[in-house]
């Protein structure tokens, strides 16, 4: 199902998916029918130029879609999309499929508001997401003292872009806080502010930490759709290994360009994004208690358990059994 809002007013954003769904607006809340399955598309407005919509169904059936329109107004916005997958569910964005079980590989999408956004929904299963909305005169409000020619770049620059972050345990938790939070009612606006607030910081904080120099986004948005497709065809089978030439043939670009683009879209190189979500399934399996650690490194394609192991201390400092026990006691299991 993908729910495509056509509303040109944030204000009308409400009605326009309470009309689609046929649900009942419940003060800035749209409660779907029991008919259609069940969740909730709500706004959050915390400043005139600083919103939260947060999403969370379970659908029973597809339904046809309708047009996402970005107002008007919004050019010179941002757009941060948080995901909070239950149930193994799949998330579409622009009709690309994020995931499934790719939590810490999907990340965070943040982008310029300019480009229309279409967020599908897997059918039977339970589906969150948090998307933030801000100007740039909000980020001069509440973060007033950035000094990082990069982030300067980002906000001030007026160029549009989308990029995608890794999202860290620390961001994982303030995502789920801001899906879930167990706060009274009274005083939930206010939660949900703080803790926008704490994601977009933190977020700033890795970006300043990773990136140096001048900001230079180059990708169109056919150059990004492109570039979902090519990251798509990587995740549906991570035991496969298609070259850059295969690769840049699906994303109708020469090679250097997809090397380019691919890096601008998701900070790291085809091979280092591949390597990644192999490690974030092999965690993924780890901590599902269902696979010895030799059963995630053959699924993987791993024919020396060694190496397998080697690369899982690479990428999060320990090894699967060190990582177990740590996760076990943190979690409490």
Do not use: C
């Not at 009709?95 to 810490?104: A, F, Y």
Request: without cysteine; glycine residues 6%; neutral net charge.
């Amino acid at each position: 199902m993908n729910f495509r809002i056509q509303s040109t007013k944030l204000s009308d954003w409400l009605s326009d998916f309470a009309k689609q769904t046929g649900g009942e607006i419940k003060g800035n809340k749209v409660i779907i029918p029991q008919s259609m399955g069940e969740g909730s598309f709500e706004l959050v407005e915390f400043t005139p130029s600083f919103y939260a919509a947060i999403t969370e169904l379970k659908l029973k059936e597809p339904v046809p879609s309708i047009l996402l329109k970005v107002p008007s107004f919004m050019e010179g916005y941002f757009q941060i999309h948080l995901f909070n997958q239950k149930d193994q569910s799949t998330l579409f964005y622009n009709d690309h499929r994020l995931g499934p079980n790719l939590v810490s590989a999907n990340g965070v999408f943040f982008g310029s508001a300019e480009q229309s956004r279409l967020l599908g929904f897997e059918v039977g299963k339970t589906t969150s997401v948090v998307t933030l909305l801000f100007s740039s005169p909000s980020v001069r409000e509440f973060f007033p003292d950035i000094d990082n020619e990069y982030l300067e770049g980002v906000f001030y620059s007026g160029r549009p872009f989308l990029m995608q972050h890794p999202i860290t345990p620390d961001l994982q938790k303030i995502t789920a806080k801001l899906i879930s939070p167990s706060v009274n009612s009274s005083v939930r606006g206010i939660f949900l502010h703080g803790k926008s607030l704490e994601f977009i910081s933190m977020l700033l904080d890795a970006l300043e930490e990773k990136y140096q120099g001048k900001f230079e986004f180059t990708a169109k948005p056919d150059d990004i759709t492109r570039i979902l497709q090519v990251r798509e065809q990587i995740l549906s089978d991570l035991n496969a290994h298609p070259g850059i030439p295969e690769l840049a043939s699906i994303a109708v670009m020469s090679e250097s360009k997809l090397h380019k683009t691919f890096k601008q879209v998701f900070g790291k190189s085809v091979y280092q994004y591949r390597l990644e979500a192999r490690m974030e399934v092999a965690r993924l399996q780890l901590i599902s208690r269902e696979y010895s650690v030799k059963e995630v490194g053959y699924s993987l394609g791993y024919s020396n358990i060694s190496q397998f192991i080697k690369a899982f201390k690479k990428a999060y400092g320990k090894t699967p059994k060190s990582y177990l026990k740590e996760y076990s006691l943190e979690s409490g299991e």
